[in-house]
């Protein structure tokens, strides 16, 4: 079975505090994705990587960076969290044209 | 960019109902998902559809790619099938996800 694990669940920051959210994917897939999702708004990509090192932006990028250094992990980076940014964010893995698979979500409070 | 709307957004089943859930797609598209949102968030996939027919179970799902729709089919629905469906579709690696269809079955 594809597992794709997140590094908390529930996470609560202040304004300006630097923020990183991993995520570990353990079928050697090339492409990871970080979404935010939003009450009326649905899943929105902030990026997308589709190999080590390779990054693209996505819909709403701004505010937001990624690391992958390796295969396995994608790391999104709030560099100075702002209340705004408080949302649901899910990680996926797939297969080049394949199946996405998506992480438990890690809950962000920015106080 | 390609547009995804899903209708209904809304529905309220009885337990042992059918129910037909559509996503509309405004270009062609090679990957096409269902998802299965679960209460505690957890986005759980179901078919992954670019076109054609599968069946899993009680669910099943239809992508007509010409006429650019898919639908998901639940039977003799259950209380945990509850929660938002979404279908999400891309041409390339950039999945766009529709608003998804909120279900509630009452026991």
């Known amino acids: 079975d594809v597992k794709v694990t997140q590094s908390s669940r529930y996470l609560v920051k202040r304004t300006g505090e630097k923020v990183f959210l991993e995520c570990v994917q353990d079928?050697?897939?090339?492409?990871m994705f970080w979404y935010r999702q939003d009450p009326g708004l649905g899943l929105r990509l902030i990026y997308f990587?589709?190999?080590?090192?390779?990054?693209e932006k996505g819909d709403i990028p701004e505010g937001y960076s990624v690391s992958r250094e390796k295969k396995e992990r994608f790391s999104l980076i709030l560099e100075s969290a702002s209340t705004n940014q408080t949302s649901m964010y899910l990680c996926?893995?797939?297969?080049?044209?394949?199946?996405?698979?998506f992480g438990p979500g890690t809950r962000l409070t920015v106080l | 960019g390609i547009q995804v709307e899903q209708s209904p957004p809304d529905l309220i089943l009885q337990e042992g109902a059918n129910s037909t859930l559509r996503c509309n797609f405004s270009d062609s598209v090679n990957n096409l998902q269902w998802f299965h949102q679960n209460p505690w968030g957890q986005l759980i996939n179901l078919f992954y559809i670019p076109s054609g027919t599968k069946q899993n179970g009680r669910l099943s799902a239809t992508t007509v790619a010409t006429e650019r729709y898919s639908l998901l089919y639940i039977s003799s629905s259950q209380t945990t099938d509850s929660g938002v469906y979404f279908c999400?579709?891309?041409?390339?690696?950039?999945?766009?996800f529709g608003t998804g269809t909120r279900l509630k079955v009452l026991a």
């Open positions: 079928m050697d897939h090339e492409n």
């Open positions: 996926a893995s797939s297969l080049v044209g394949s199946t996405q698979y």
């Open positions: 990587s589709y190999d080590v090192k390779m990054k």
């Open positions: 999400a579709v891309s041409g390339t690696y950039k999945y766009i």
